[in-house]
């Protein structure tokens, strides 16, 4: 029915009236009353028939309407789904309202048995065509967005079915990746753990024999000295070098004439120096690069990686320092004295040979003291007097050695400690450590500096402390070892006597302490960590820990 028809109750109940005083009269005309009673029940059939129709399209709308709930529901948003939810909540309560409404309206009619049940019936029709009205309602608000979702599932059938398969060689390409990963994580962790594994114990190995490698060469060594110079071997003497590799396979060899040779070197660049006398060899792998005579008697002198030397010179009560080329030019020179700047005790290069560093004794008042000169040979020292651009001043402390470890890196080594400076143009003090103990003997490498000093435990003789640049300690180990020489190579520390060997890690492991059989030593060369060729009356070998 449509919801906008209103039923006239008045005129229902009048013709009810007339049916009910024709009847108590008992007038003649029934046959009019009978066609009046027909001609109701007729409209009443229409109107049934109409509803029945009305009832048959809202029971379509309702499986169309859920329908498209089945629909939404895969489709809508759960915030959608809810908020539907939500009105159909409202018309069910409308609804309730409505039943509760009728009940009051039957209770209250009290025309008759018949009446009632005929305006019952009306009544729900009127209802029925009311639900029908809202869910039209509802179907117009929502209409739109229902077919548009009616739409989009129509078109997304197809492209669901792709994205699903899409989908799926996406998952299996990312369990793919995913296991992957997960191997090459595993295979990753397990060389890590291998590799530590190898460090740790290579780390805390230690040896407890030898063997002998090589024979001995039977060579004259009482006259002659060695050095390693990075993987090589130098041999020096009176009358000549040569340079060989670790089998013993000679690279060059060089003849001179000098009575007390003295080396230095700055990576695989040497240089052999007269002390007292006049005469320096500059060389490098290819052989000599440089033949430096002097005027004056040659104190000490260092090398720079490019062949550029500087050199203490004596002169009486003066001293001289001299800056040559290879060629034996002198580039810079100037005089000291005990006064200004003092006495010269030992002098270092820069890698790179644009630095200087020279370590000066003073006296002052009858105490001795120790000052640092630092001098640029580049454009940033020219305004300065004799190129000094900085200097420190250490009261009451000698330091008879300093070393450049680099190009911007110097170490001074004190009677009561070490000091490094860093700078590339104006060295500055970077680190410095104090010992109180007599120190003994003092090493370095390019990376860590060590000590030795008395021990304060009377089961030790020795106490041997390394620390790194930063002057931080590194290991502190006693010792009992009778040591006669001390050095410190890459990786380890070296010490020995006429017929013992020790060797400790810088980590402060012992990895070797015994005797050699072999002869008295008068020098021994770390090769790596456990080869090392020594040097006896007999000649040189190499031997392997064990």
Same mark, same amino acid.
């Given at each position: 029915?449509?919801?906008?028809?209103?039923?006239?109750?008045?005129?229902?109940?009048? %013709? @009810?009236?007339?049916?009910?005083?024709?009847?108590?009269?008992?007038?003649?005309?029934?046959?009019?009353?009978?066609?009046?009673?027909?001609?109701?029940?007729?409209?009443?059939?229409?109107?049934?028939?109409?509803?029945?129709?009305?009832?048959?399209?809202?029971?379509?709308?309702?499986?169309?309407?859920?329908?498209?709930?089945?629909?939404?529901?895969?489709?809508?948003?759960?915030?959608?789904?809810?908020?539907?939810?939500?009105?159909?909540?409202?018309?069910?309560?409308?609804?309730?309202?409505?039943?509760?409404?009728?009940?009051?309206?039957?209770?209250?009619?009290?025309?008759?048995?018949?009446?009632?049940?005929?305006?019952?019936?009306?009544?729900? %029709?009127?209802?029925?065509?009311?639900?029908?009205?809202?869910?039209?309602?509802?179907?117009?608000?929502?209409?739109?967005?229902?077919?548009?979702?009616?739409?989009?599932?129509?078109?997304?059938?197809?492209?669901?079915? %792709?994205?699903?398969?899409?989908?799926?060689?996406?998952?299996?390409?990312?369990?793919?990746?995913?296991?992957?990963?997960?191997?090459?994580?595993?295979?990753?962790?397990?060389?890590?753990?291998?590799?530590?594994?190898?460090?740790?114990?290579?780390?805390?190995?230690?040896?407890?024999?030898?063997?002998?490698?090589?024979?001995?060469?039977?060579?004259?060594?009482?006259?002659?000295?060695?050095?390693?110079?990075?993987?090589?071997?130098?041999?020096?003497?009176?009358?000549?070098?040569?340079?060989?590799?670790?089998?013993?396979?000679?690279?060059?060899?060089? %003849?001179?004439?000098?009575?007390?040779?003295?080396?230095?070197?700055?990576?695989?660049?040497?240089?052999?120096?007269?002390?007292?006398?006049?005469?320096?060899?500059?060389?490098?792998?290819?052989?000599?690069?440089?033949?430096?005579?002097?005027?004056?008697?040659?104190?000490?002198?260092?090398?720079?990686?490019?062949?550029?030397?500087?050199?203490?010179?004596?002169?009486?009560?003066?001293?001289?320092?001299?800056?040559?080329?290879?060629?034996?030019?002198?580039?810079?020179?100037?005089?000291?004295?005990?006064?200004?700047?003092?006495?010269?005790?030992?002098?270092?290069?820069?890698?790179?040979?644009?630095?200087?560093?020279?370590?000066?004794?003073?006296?002052?008042?009858?105490?001795?003291?120790?000052?640092?000169?630092?001098?640029?040979?580049?454009?940033?020292?020219?305004?300065?007097?004799?190129?000094?651009?900085?200097?420190?001043?250490?009261?009451?402390?000698?330091?008879?050695?300093?070393?450049? @470890?680099?190009?911007?890196?110097?170490?001074?080594?004190?009677?009561?400690?070490?000091?490094?400076?860093?700078?590339?143009?104006?060295?500055?003090?970077?680190?410095?450590?104090?010992?109180?103990?007599?120190?003994?003997?003092?090493?370095?490498?390019?990376?860590?500096?060590?000590?030795?000093?008395?021990?304060?435990?009377?089961?030790?003789?020795?106490?041997?402390?390394?620390?790194?640049?930063?002057?931080?300690?590194?290991?502190?180990?006693?010792?009992?070892?009778?040591?006669?020489?001390?050095?410190?190579?890459?990786?380890?520390?070296?010490?020995?006597?006429?017929?013992?060997?020790?060797?400790?890690?810088?980590?402060?492991?012992?990895?070797?302490?015994?005797?050699?059989?072999?002869?008295?030593?008068?020098?021994?060369?770390?090769?790596?960590?456990?080869?090392?060729?020594?040097?006896?009356?007999?000649?040189?070998?190499?031997?392997?820990?064990?």
């Amino acid at each position: 029915m449509d919801k906008n028809k209103e039923f006239n109750f008045d005129e229902i109940q009048r %013709a @009810l009236e007339e049916k009910v005083e024709v009847q108590e009269t008992e007038a003649p005309g029934e046959s009019e009353v009978s066609e009046k009673k027909q001609g109701a029940e007729k409209e009443w059939k229409n109107e049934e028939s109409k509803e029945t129709a009305k009832e048959g399209k809202n029971e379509e709308s309702q499986r169309r309407e859920k329908k498209w709930e089945d629909e939404e529901s895969r489709e809508t948003p759960k915030e959608e789904r809810e908020e539907f939810r939500k009105t159909e909540d409202v018309d069910e309560e409308r609804e309730s309202r409505t039943s509760e409404e009728d009940g009051n309206f039957q209770r209250t009619e009290d025309t008759g048995e018949s009446w009632n049940g005929r305006q019952m019936e009306e009544r729900e %029709a009127f209802l029925k065509s009311e639900e029908a009205a809202v869910t039209f309602q509802k179907g117009m608000s929502t209409g739109k967005e229902v077919q548009i979702r009616q739409w989009k599932l129509a078109l997304s059938q197809g492209t669901r079915a %792709a994205v699903a398969r899409v989908g799926g060689a996406g998952k299996q390409l990312w369990r793919w990746r995913k296991k992957k990963w997960v191997r090459l994580t595993g295979i990753g962790l397990v060389i890590l753990i291998v590799l530590f594994s190898v460090t740790q114990a290579v780390k805390y190995w230690s040896y407890d024999n030898y063997t002998v490698q090589t024979d001995f060469t039977g060579e004259d060594t009482t006259a002659a000295s060695y050095r390693k110079v990075e993987d090589k071997v130098l041999k020096y003497s009176l009358d000549g070098a040569a340079l060989s590799d670790s089998s013993g396979t000679a690279i060059w060899t060089n %003849a001179y004439n000098m009575n007390a040779p003295a080396v230095d070197n700055c990576g695989d660049t040497v240089l052999i120096y007269d002390t007292q006398g006049t005469n320096m060899r500059i060389y490098q792998e290819s052989g000599e690069i440089g033949n430096i005579s002097t005027e004056l008697p040659i104190i000490k002198a260092k090398v720079a990686k490019q062949g550029v030397t500087a050199a203490i010179l004596e002169a009486g009560e003066n001293t001289w320092i001299q800056y040559y080329d290879t060629s034996g030019a002198s580039i810079a020179s100037f005089k000291t004295t005990l006064d200004s700047p003092g006495y010269p005790l030992d002098l270092a290069l820069s890698e790179d040979g644009l630095l200087m560093a020279v370590s000066y004794l003073q006296i002052d008042n009858g105490v001795p003291k120790t000052k640092i000169g630092f001098y640029n040979w580049s454009s940033i020292g020219q305004n300065q007097m004799d190129n000094m651009v900085n200097s420190y001043t250490l009261e009451d402390s000698i330091a008879p050695q300093v070393e450049y @470890l680099d190009a911007d890196t110097c170490i001074v080594l004190r009677e009561d400690g070490f000091t490094v400076y860093e700078g590339k143009q104006i060295p500055k003090q970077a680190a410095e450590v104090e010992e109180e103990k007599e120190i003994i003997s003092a090493f370095y490498n390019d990376r860590c500096v060590g000590m030795v000093v008395r021990s304060d435990d009377s089961q030790y003789s020795f106490t041997m402390k390394v620390y790194n640049l930063n002057g931080r300690e590194l290991f502190t180990e006693d010792f009992n070892f009778n040591y006669e020489q001390i050095v410190m190579d890459d990786e380890l520390i070296l010490m020995y006597n006429k017929n013992q060997m020790c060797v400790y890690s810088l980590a402060g492991v012992k990895k070797f302490e015994g005797d050699i059989k072999e002869g008295v030593l008068n020098n021994v060369l770390p090769l790596n960590m456990n080869r090392y060729m020594i040097v006896t009356e007999k000649g040189t070998c190499t031997i392997k820990l064990k």
